[in-house]
């Protein structure tokens, strides 16, 4: 399988990505590359591998640590409340 010109053009237009003419073939090229690398990893024999093994049974977990709020920092809100900074509404 190969990315043709036309299909680069196509993939920035449903992106909505301007892309220059010279930038197309760089595109191509790249994800050409991608794609044989793919396909050479479909080669590996992994007929001997179990699907099932996992290779690590311990789970990471990460400790958060509260750090009390410097009265400083919350001097130069425009708005605060319980000690935390006020924002406008981003999503409707």
Do not use: W
């Not at 909505?16 to 590996?44: M, P």
């Not at 001997?48 to 311990?58: A, G």
């Amino acid at each position: 399988m190969s990315v043709s010109v036309d299909d680069v053009k196509k993939v920035s237009k449903l992106a909505k990505i301007k892309v220059s003419d010279e930038k197309v073939v760089e595109l191509q090229r790249s994800l050409n590359n991608v794609l044989d690398f793919v396909e050479q990893l479909s080669e590996i024999d992994c007929s001997m591998v179990d699907d099932s093994v996992q290779y690590s049974t311990k789970i990471h977990e990460r400790k958060d640590i509260v750090i009390p709020t410097d009265p400083t920092i919350m001097s130069n809100a425009p708005e605060k409340e319980c000690n935390m900074f006020v924002v406008p509404k981003v999503i409707g």
